[in-house]
């Protein structure tokens, strides 16, 4: 049923499965994952570490295609795609999120924040004017010519969040993005993810937290690489009610 | 968009470029270090090369000064090679072999015997050491390339009265007679005088050695003066260059049957060519050539490993950032370009900094020592346009490492 007609996904997963060989034995980091997020969702993947869900960001981020299976992104089927061709997807319809910031420590805020545009062949005048206006978004303009190392955690994370906001992707993939930060400022985080969310983005955040993924209005629990549980992200997060669903099937 | 280059390119290069910049500025010290690598294979090569080429230049324009239509024949080649005792032992060139060649060679348009020796020459109160005393006859002034700037040159007459006058040389002149007039004065000679009948035009120096200190006097005169043991050489010329070769073939025989070589023998005379000696000179300089330029390529290859080792060191740090850029949407060829243009461009700026040593040290060598360094403009687009071509070398196995990161890895990398 996914096929052709249902536009409204935005993503796409059909059974997709990513086999990992180290050292002559098979891991099998993902056994036939399928779930579909529409527009404007936002949505917590959840799970142990070793439950698959890394792979799945990787994959679902387009730095790393499944090993059998189907991944639908914007209506473009980027399982077989090649790298040059997913470079671009990465570019177009994904902002990247990351624990760790993944700031550029020599350039300044405005230069990180213009990297997506630069790849994407953007004029230098209107990648300054789309940079600002995004560091606008997050309330850091005042701090746009400060290098990383010039800023605090909260106000570099804002920093890659207006990065990932920059091109105007599809998505926003978010690995972990308070696990750097103290409780007040992951909380700042949270809020401002709300409010993208409010504004229309679409969220997917990858988390072990069910703290975290309780704020979510959904979320998917990732366990030994299959989906155990789908539903709502407070009784997925915290296992109650009965958000255990058949995975596969929609 | 003012370039009209394909998107994709135009950033791969423009961004390159940005970032090979910045990481070089930011890297000062390090960059610094990395370029002198090839800046010193750069200045090796330019400054052997330069000298050596000048060197050439100027043995060419001394040779010019001796005719490329002239042949000498005497016992002894000017470049011994192999055993001089076989040049010694060979029968002397006797004055009766001079003149049954020149009847039997009516090819040559000149042709006069030479002897020579070394004394002190005074006049007055003025005395001149090391000076060339050689006797020759008349046809030697066409040989020999000089021409008489005052009084004559020596004559038939002067040869068979075997008179006591002499033709001088430039410096010969000035040193003995300053200010004044040689014509019609004397000199002294080993006790011995003559009386100075003309001077004759400057001729530089060739191998170092003044063409200018020279007294000629006939050859006869010598003859009677000092003595018949000496060595005779055969001076001649033919009417032009094109017809040397045709020359020294006729010679050979001429000379083996007048000297009656037995057949079989090898030739017990050796036939002298200005020309043949500049080859000699330049399979001489050819194989200092062939090792300095080996050894400046060595330079350059121990740079290029310099560059390459800093470049993989250079992709190594940023790995991360190599992981971020991928995400973000940076192709490989991207990555590659960023860190070809790096490795090139600290290589060209390197190759500038060992052009202008290189031509800075052969300017002083040629300055403070008599070899004239001498670069040509194409060595100079050589030796920077082949740093570039190292840098782009060396680089391409770290970029390609860098390009080929996985970007999952890349961005999870401590």
């Not at chain 1, 990732?222 to 997925?236: F, H, I, M, Q, W």
């Not at chain 2, 002067?158 to 007679?177: H, K, M, N, S, Y």
Request: hydrophobic letters at 45%.
């Amino acid at each position: 049923m996914s096929d052709g007609g249902n536009a409204s996904k935005l993503i796409e997963v059909q059974d997709i499965t990513r086999v990992f060989h180290v050292g002559g034995e098979e891991v099998r980091a993902l056994r036939g994952v399928s779930f579909g997020i529409s527009r404007g969702e936002w949505v917590a993947i959840i799970g142990q570490s070793g439950s698959g869900k890394s792979t799945l960001m990787n994959v679902l981020g387009c730095l790393d295609t499944p090993s059998s299976g189907r991944y639908t992104l914007n209506g473009k089927d980027v399982s077989r795609m090649s790298d040059d061709e997913l470079a671009v997807i990465r570019n177009e319809e994904i902002g990247f999120i990351f624990q760790t910031f993944q700031l550029l420590p020599r350039e300044t805020a405005l230069a990180n924040v213009e990297l997506p545009l630069v790849y994407r062949g953007i004029p230098a005048r209107e990648r300054k004017a789309r940079a600002t206006a995004a560091l606008e978004k997050v309330q850091l303009a005042h701090r746009m010519h400060h290098r990383p190392n010039e800023l605090s955690g909260g106000q570099r994370q804002r920093v890659a969040i207006a990065r990932a906001l920059v091109a105007e992707p599809s998505m926003l993939l978010a690995d972990e993005p308070t696990g750097n930060l103290d409780s007040a400022t992951g909380e700042e985080i949270v809020r401002l993810f709300a409010e993208l969310h409010q504004a229309g983005n679409t969220l997917v955040l990858v988390t072990h937290e069910p703290k975290l993924a309780a704020r979510c209005p959904r979320a998917i629990r990732l366990s030994d690489g299959e989906v155990v549980a789908d539903g709502p992200g407070r009784e997925v997060a915290l296992g109650i009610g009965q958000s255990v669903m058949a995975a596969g099937g929609t | 968009m003012k370039l009209k280059l394909p998107q994709g390119v135009r950033v791969d290069v423009v961004e390159g470029a940005r970032i090979a910049v910045f990481s070089l500025k930011a890297n000062r010290l390090r960059t610094v270090l990395t370029t002198m690598g090839i800046g010193i294979g750069v200045a090796t090569l330019l400054a052997i090369v330069g000298i050596i080429q000048g060197l050439n230049t100027s043995f060419h324009r001394q040779l010019a000064t001796f005719g490329a239509n002239t042949i000498y024949v005497s016992k002894f080649p000017w470049i011994i090679k192999g055993d001089w005792w076989m040049y010694r032992n060979r029968k002397d060139i006797t004055l009766d072999q001079v003149e049954r060649l020149r009847h039997a060679a009516p090819f040559l348009t000149a042709l006069s015997p030479s002897v020579q020796r070394v004394s002190d020459v005074e006049h007055g109160g003025e005395q001149l050491s090391t000076v060339r005393i050689q006797g020759v006859t008349q046809e030697y002034l066409a040989i020999s390339g000089y021409e008489v700037t005052a009084g004559r040159f020596l004559t038939e007459a002067d040869d068979e009265t075997t008179r006591p006058v002499a033709v001088i040389g430039t410096e010969v002149a000035d040193g003995l007679f300053p200010g004044i007039s040689p014509l019609g004065r004397t000199i002294r000679v080993d006790n011995r005088t003559f009386q100075v009948v003309g001077t004759l035009s400057r001729k530089g120096k060739v191998l170092n050695q003044s063409m200018d200190l020279v007294v000629f006097i006939p050859f006869k005169t010598f003859y009677s003066s000092f003595g018949k043991g000496r060595r005779i050489e055969i001076a001649m010329a033919v009417e032009d260059a094109s017809k040397l070769k045709q020359a020294e073939d006729q010679l050979v025989g001429i000379l083996r049957r007048i000297r009656s070589t037995p057949p079989g023998q090898p030739d017990d005379f050796s036939i002298n060519k200005p020309e043949a000696m500049a080859q000699t000179y330049e399979q001489l300089t050819g194989a200092l050539y062939g090792v300095a330029v080996g050894v400046g390529l060595i330079t350059l290859l121990v740079g290029g490993i310099g560059i390459m080792n800093i470049m993989l060191v250079s992709v190594r740090e940023r790995t991360r950032e190599i992981g971020v850029r991928r995400a973000l949407g940076a192709r490989k060829r991207t990555i590659v370009f960023q860190f070809l243009m790096e490795a090139a461009s600290v290589s060209a700026v390197g190759g500038l900094l060992g052009t202008t040593v290189g031509l800075g040290t052969a300017k002083v060598v040629s300055l403070i020592t008599p070899l004239a360094a001498d670069v040509q403009a194409g060595t100079v687009a050589g030796g920077v346009g082949f740093a570039a071509l190292v840098g782009l070398l060396f680089g391409i196995w770290p970029a390609a490492r860098a390009a080929n990161l996985d970007p999952v890895e890349a961005l999870r990398y401590e």
